[in-house]
């Protein structure tokens, strides 16, 4: 009872109108939801990027990737420049970057017909938003929406209110935007003397469509007590953003409404190594699980 509970909220809609389908479910068409995470190679301007490979290896890696997780069961997909490490501020990101990004996430668009999200790291959101209404994907993640953080890229600012903006004006008020609540990586010492309540409710207040929470590093799951924090908080539909695996989705599933998974369905459990097309058929068919046993009980509380 308490998976089936915590798998059907609704939320309210950004003007304070009627309670409507959340971003998740309004999406993916189901309950609990696993994004499937694509690091995409080293792109043009970035370090380890290799001229003599080009873009045509990026996009093979894309939508090789991308055709494996669709198979296996994942209702969705992010795209992220996971190998321009080590990543910049938003705006020293130059327009290398996103044009790029664009190519290869519409490549994903076209040969998978899920929906696709888009993060530019670090932090670029108004990139992201480009990149998104370029390609045709939904959604974008924010790293830091609101409030601030100190990343290894240094002082990192939320600026929602510019973002909002910059989207309505490029026509892209269709993409939500998924934030991060403390993210992963970063430390929170400035925003120290605000709880997890507040900074979630501050997401929530400057127009998140949905709230993501990480644990402190790649591949670190969330605690219990911080999915459970950040849920109470508002309304918006949760995502579990790292270190989600079979051992644990049982542990996620009944606080979340969905998960994006990256490094345990990578070859050795790291985020740089290759997809592990039978890691994500069993994940799946473990979310799978879950929601048939939800169900049952739902339906057995009901008949009651």
């Known amino acids: 009872m308490e998976i089936m509970a915590a798998l059907s909220r609704t939320v309210t809609d950004r003007t304070g109108g009627v309670p409507e389908c959340g971003d ?33 290896a990026v996009i093979r890696q894309a939508t090789d990737e ?84 100190v990343a290894n890229e240094g002082l990192v600012e939320g600026r929602a209110g510019m973002m909002t903006r910059y989207r309505h004006a490029i026509g892209a008020d269709h993409v939500t935007v998924w934030a991060d609540v403390q993210v992963k990586l970063g430390a929170h010492a400035i925003t120290a003397d605000r709880s997890l309540t507040d900074q979630a409710r501050d997401a929530a207040w400057f127009d998140a469509d949905a709230l993501i929470v990480t644990g402190t590093r790649l591949g670190d799951a969330p605690t219990t007590a911080h999915l459970q924090t950040i849920r109470a908080a508002t309304g918006l539909p949760l995502v579990a953003g790292s270190g989600v695996r079979i051992d644990n989705l049982a542990d996620i599933v009944p606080h979340t409404d969905g998960a994006i998974v990256g490094s345990s369905i990578k070859s050795g459990g790291v985020w740089r190594g290759h997809i592990d097309r039978d890691v994500c058929e069993r994940l799946c068919a473990a979310r799978d699980v879950l929601e048939r046993q939800a169900e049952e009980a739902a339906s057995q509380d009901g008949s009651r």
């Not at 969705?76 to 020293?92: C, R, T």
């Not at 209404?133 to 790293?143: E, L």
């Open 66 to 149: 991308a055709r494996v997780l669709v198979d296996a069961g994942f209702d969705g997909l992010i795209v992220e420049n996971g190998w321009d490490i080590p990543f910049l501020k938003p705006d020293d990101i130059g327009p290398e970057t996103p044009a790029a990004m664009a190519v290869a996430a519409a490549e994903v668009a076209r040969t998978v017909g899920v929906p696709l999200g888009i993060n530019c790291l670090a932090n670029a959101v108004d990139r992201s938003l480009a990149v998104a209404a370029a390609a045709g994907a939904q959604f974008v993640r924010s790293n830091q929406w609101v409030n601030a953080y």
């Open 24 to 56: 998740l479910e309004r999406l993916f068409g189901r309950r609990f939801a696993l994004i499937g995470m694509i690091h995409l190679l080293p792109l043009p301007g970035s370090p380890r990027f290799t001229p003599k490979r080009g873009m045509d």
